[in-house]
């Protein structure tokens, strides 16, 4: 079965852009995850979504930053405009929801760089 | 909220050295995860634990559940070369319906052969 899936891996893009992070999660998960990870503050979550519903996102750290699920195989994350503090490492996950521990699994990353 | 504290930060290590490294919280968890992320990768779970006291063991890699729900522990006997990377304890918070994990700051191995 494929993973989780995620694009681009890698962007590059001048502060002020608009970015847009996309991802297909497991088929049959219910659960849909955006963390992301930066070496001062870790792995943080954003967002994250139940059956397509977002549920949780206290985490998201401004207006700047939006997140879509328009159905169960794809979600977008967006930032706009973007600024150079967004550079980090944003993993999506998915999970069938029980028990979560043993049912999550992330994607490779998308690797930001806003300069 | 609740946070997971992660210690020793980070680890250098002879190749065939054992390896110990603990998660606590100040406050109780019902679960307690352990990933490791390699280089370029996204985290990848070894281990979940689910009951207080629980020691569970994966290969090389042995985790234990702290009696008072606020620590864990993860060993590594024998390292080796593809030991390499990031090791995260996570957990879901005691909140009502939550199902979202919360992550530790990680401890980074490095092996020297």
């Known amino acids: 079965d494929a993973g989780v899936i995620q694009s681009p891996r890698h962007e590059v893009t001048e502060m002020g852009q608009e970015v847009t992070l996309r991802c297909k999660p497991i088929s049959g998960h219910d659960y849909l995850f955006w963390y992301r990870q930066t070496m001062m503050r870790g792995l943080e979550l954003l967002i994250y979504?139940?059956?397509?519903?977002?549920?949780?996102d206290s985490g998201m750290p401004e207006d700047r930053f939006s997140a879509k699920m328009p159905n169960a195989s794809f979600s977008t994350l967006k930032i706009q405009p973007s600024e150079p503090r967004d550079s980090a490492v944003y993993f999506c996950a998915s999970s069938s929801g029980q028990p979560l521990g043993n049912t999550i699994y992330f994607g490779e990353g998308s690797w930001l760089t806003v300069v | 909220g609740q946070q997971l504290n992660q210690s020793p930060q980070s680890m250098f290590i002879q190749e065939g050295e054992d390896v110990s490294m603990n998660c606590t919280s100040s406050s109780i968890f019902n679960t307690w995860l352990w990933y490791k992320q390699d280089p370029g990768e996204g985290p990848v779970l070894l281990i979940a634990l689910y009951k207080a006291g629980e020691l569970t063991s994966n290969g090389r890699l042995t985790a234990q559940f702290g009696i008072t729900r606020k620590d864990s522990f993860l060993n590594i006997s024998a390292s080796i070369p593809s030991d390499v990377g990031i090791y995260f304890c996570a957990g879901p918070p005691l909140i009502q319906g939550a199902q979202k994990l919360v992550f530790g700051q990680g401890t980074r191995l490095t092996i020297n052969p």
């Open positions: 979504f139940n059956n397509n519903v977002p549920i949780d």
